[in-house]
């Protein structure tokens, strides 16, 4: 599975940005998906997780209520649809995929990375 995120970029604080990730491959049917993001100095922590077949999320408390976490079956394409955005945010987020019902930091199928920067 081949990972391609894109969508980051900089935004002032309050405003909304959409990152997407497109995988290539495989169809992503019996996988999950998500994002994790990882700040200057920080360590790499989880943002949201949907599992493909049946379309259940998870959230990070930081990102309930602020952001949204979808897929495009068609397009096998997940997106993180993230408003309110705050300067905490600024991050490098990636995208991750794993065959199974859970993601975490050992999955084995990761984008590039894109930069979303939040200004104050």
């Known amino acids: 599975v081949q990972l391609q995120a894109c969508g980051g970029g900089v935004v002032q604080a309050g405003g909304s940005l959409r990152l997407s990730c497109a995988a290539s491959?495989?169809?992503?049917?019996?996988?999950?998906a998500g994002w994790f993001r990882q700040a200057p100095g920080k360590e790499r922590e989880f943002v949201a997780s949907?599992?493909?077949?049946?379309?259940?999320?998870s959230y990070a408390d930081f990102a309930k209520g602020r952001f949204t976490i979808s897929r495009d079956n068609a397009k096998n394409t997940v997106y993180l649809q993230m408003n309110s955005l705050k300067p905490d945010d600024t991050a490098v987020y990636y995208c991750?995929?794993?065959?199974?019902?859970?993601?975490?930091?050992?999955?084995?199928?990761w984008g590039q990375g894109t930069l979303v920067t939040v200004s104050s």
């Open positions: 991750v995929a794993k065959f199974g019902v859970v993601v975490s930091t050992s999955s084995p199928y």
């Open positions: 491959g495989r169809t992503l049917s019996s996988y999950t």
């Open positions: 949907i599992r493909w077949s049946g379309g259940i999320t």
